[in-house]
């Protein structure tokens, strides 16, 4: 007689889909569309970098685009969670009749920080990606003295000011960026005179979801992340995979998951992004528990 075939361990990491943050700008965003059908609405880049959620708002009727222009004079218009730079903000204004503001309020902390900080004459340094939005609208509170350091390789050449402000992009990697601060520290004292303010700006559902992915990491055979190609903070988590496992895989969504990756495997770990809904994750565990079942 055959043995029970035993069906595959899944863990998902605590804390894993929608932070705060794309809570909010969700609901705020939906109840936004729901309540102004009769309107033009516009919302400036993607509200949150996943997609299905990008989509769906569309079909409530907020058209997604990214640049002013394509707004119509006396529309309505949302900010996305990650912000803008005050001129643009100062643009949609000007052209619109009314602005939903969907910002993280993590970001904003970081947003006035920063203004601050430029109006007392520092230095700014960023830790993060350049080309991210939120990067990007952190960097128009920052004046002309501003810098934007991705890499430890960049921080090493990196000049300082007597007087440097460093702060970080909400979703970075938390041991990325103390290495960086290290470095930065070390040239800036290097100098006869220096003050460096250092503003650890990660949130804390970034550095918890972080902690979860390498714990379920750790104890798995095979890790599936879940969530946008171009959010950052997924990336991170499989980046964090990566340094773990080798089974590491980054998908939008459960039709991408592959029978094959799980072949020998007992343990499926999953992780998702703070932009990726609860419906992906759902879809992703059900796919792997079928899989589970056949191999």
């Given at each position: 007689?055959?043995?029970?075939?035993?069906?595959m361990?899944?863990y998902?990491?605590k804390?894993?889909?929608?932070?705060?943050?794309?809570k909010?700008?969700?609901n705020m965003?939906f109840?936004?569309?729901?309540?102004?059908?009769?309107?033009?609405i516009?919302?400036?880049?993607?509200?949150i970098?996943?997609?299905?959620e990008?989509?769906r708002?569309e079909?409530?009727?907020?058209?997604?685009?990214e640049?002013?222009k394509?707004?119509?004079?006396?529309?309505?218009?949302?900010?996305?969670?990650?912000?803008?730079?005050p001129?643009?903000?100062?643009?949609?204004k000007?052209?619109?009749?009314d602005?939903l503001?969907?910002?993280?309020?993590?970001?904003k902390?970081?947003?006035r920080?920063?203004?601050?900080?430029?109006?007392e004459k520092?230095?700014?340094?960023i830790?993060?990606?350049?080309?991210?939005?939120e990067?990007v609208?952190i960097?128009?509170?920052?004046?002309?003295?501003?810098?934007?350091v991705?890499?430890v390789?960049?921080?090493?050449?990196?000049?300082?000011g007597?007087?440097?402000?460093?702060?970080?992009?909400t979703t970075?990697?938390?041991v990325?960026?103390r290495?960086i601060?290290?470095v930065i520290?070390?040239?800036?004292?290097?100098?006869?005179y220096?003050?460096?303010?250092v503003y650890n700006?990660?949130?804390?559902?970034?550095?918890?979801?972080?902690?979860?992915t390498?714990?379920v990491?750790i104890?798995s055979?095979?890790?599936?992340v879940?969530?946008g190609?171009?959010?950052?903070?997924?990336?991170r988590?499989?980046?964090?995979?990566k340094?773990?496992?080798?089974?590491?895989y980054?998908?939008?969504?459960?039709?991408?998951?592959?029978k094959?990756?799980f072949?020998?495997?007992?343990?499926?770990?999953?992780?998702?992004?703070?932009?990726t809904?609860q419906?992906s994750?759902?879809?992703?565990?059900?796919?792997?528990?079928?899989?589970?079942?056949k191999?």
């Amino acid at each position: 007689m055959r043995g029970r075939k035993k069906e595959m361990k899944i863990y998902v990491a605590k804390g894993s889909g929608f932070c705060f943050g794309v809570k909010r700008a969700m609901n705020m965003a939906f109840k936004y569309a729901c309540e102004n059908k009769k309107s033009d609405i516009y919302s400036l880049h993607e509200i949150i970098h996943n997609p299905i959620e990008v989509k769906r708002l569309e079909k409530a009727g907020a058209k997604h685009i990214e640049n002013i222009k394509e707004i119509k004079k006396g529309s309505r218009a949302i900010i996305s969670t990650h912000g803008v730079k005050p001129e643009e903000e100062a643009a949609l204004k000007r052209k619109c009749a009314d602005i939903l503001d969907t910002t993280c309020p993590y970001v904003k902390k970081i947003h006035r920080i920063t203004s601050r900080l430029a109006g007392e004459k520092y230095m700014i340094i960023i830790i993060g990606d350049r080309a991210h939005p939120e990067v990007v609208g952190i960097k128009g509170y920052a004046g002309a003295d501003c810098k934007v350091v991705g890499t430890v390789k960049e921080a090493e050449s990196v000049k300082t000011g007597n007087k440097t402000g460093i702060i970080a992009q909400t979703t970075l990697n938390a041991v990325k960026y103390r290495e960086i601060v290290e470095v930065i520290m070390k040239r800036a004292f290097g100098k006869r005179y220096a003050e460096v303010r250092v503003y650890n700006t990660i949130c804390d559902a970034t550095r918890k979801i972080q902690a979860a992915t390498v714990d379920v990491a750790i104890k798995s055979d095979i890790l599936i992340v879940v969530g946008g190609k171009n959010s950052a903070n997924t990336k991170r988590l499989y980046e964090l995979g990566k340094e773990r496992l080798d089974d590491v895989y980054y998908v939008e969504n459960a039709k991408e998951i592959k029978k094959d990756w799980f072949k020998g495997k007992k343990k499926a770990g999953i992780t998702a992004g703070a932009s990726t809904p609860q419906e992906s994750i759902n879809a992703v565990i059900e796919k792997i528990e079928k899989i589970g079942a056949k191999i």
